[in-house]
């Protein structure tokens, strides 16, 4: 058990520019979370995977974003056109389907948006 | 609606002193709760859980927390703080059935150790 990765660690962009992140969860992990957490503020929801199908996507997801989980396994989380606000901490987590939580989380992308 | 509030968003202890985080939830059922640590520029790291039966829950690096369904409320504790505890902390709850088990946040409590 490698815990869950996530890459890059950080990222620096110039607003207008596409950036994509990588999660690769736990392996017998089916459940997979994307969370955003800007500074001050707890982690907010932006989508679930079970296996490979994107079950749920929240309202804070705007067109500019999108997220695949190909073959049920690493999922990648692409913004278009960067924003200034687009800038905070990307979370994952994994989970296996029979217990809530118990979450495990990476150690985050950190988007600049300059 | 359902929400968690974190009264406190800053507390400051001496090391070697006693600690309690207040954690207080909204919601329909009795949800699945958690507490979370996070070190500054780190991802998230699960201190405890409770899903059910004893309400006073053991977890990782000697904290405790106790469910109290009259209060609604799920409080950390430490008997004896280190200053390696200083962090952020995030009380979370998530639904106990259903699909989506998106966790639900406070906002945190950041703690800072005094040596």
């Known amino acids: 058990d490698t815990g869950v990765s996530q890459n890059p660690r950080h990222k620096i962009t110039k607003r207008g520019q596409n950036v994509t992140f990588r999660c690769d969860p736990i392996?017998?992990?089916?459940?997979l979370y994307w969370y955003r957490q800007t500074l001050g503020q707890g982690p907010e929801f932006l989508t679930y995977?079970?296996?490979?199908?994107?079950?749920?996507k929240s309202r804070l997801l705007s067109d500019r974003f999108s997220a695949e989980r190909p073959k049920g396994s690493f999922s990648t989380l692409e913004i278009q056109r960067t924003e200034q606000g687009d800038s905070a901490m990307y979370l994952c987590?994994?989970?296996?389907?029979?217990?809530?939580?118990?979450?495990?989380f990476g150690s985050g992308t950190r988007l600049t948006v300059v | 609606a359902q929400s968690v509030t974190q009264p406190d968003i800053h507390i400051t202890v001496s090391e070697g002193a006693s600690l309690e985080l207040r954690c207080n939830y909204s919601?329909?059922?009795?949800?699945?709760l958690f507490w979370y640590v996070q070190s500054p520029g780190q991802g998230l790291q699960l201190l405890l859980k409770y899903f059910s039966g004893d309400t006073l829950v053991q977890g990782i690096k000697g904290f405790e927390a106790e469910f109290k369904r009259s209060q609604s409320s799920f409080n950390l504790r430490k008997p004896s703080v280190h200053w390696s505890d200083a962090a952020e902390y995030f009380c979370a709850v998530a639904p106990p059935a259903g699909n989506n088990r998106k966790l639900i946040w406070g906002l945190g409590t950041s703690l800072a150790v005094n040596p």
């Open positions: 987590a994994s989970s296996r389907d029979d217990r809530a939580g118990g979450y495990t």
């Open positions: 392996s017998e992990h089916n459940r």
């Open positions: 995977f079970q296996n490979e199908a994107q079950l749920e």
């Open positions: 919601y329909g059922a009795t949800p699945y």
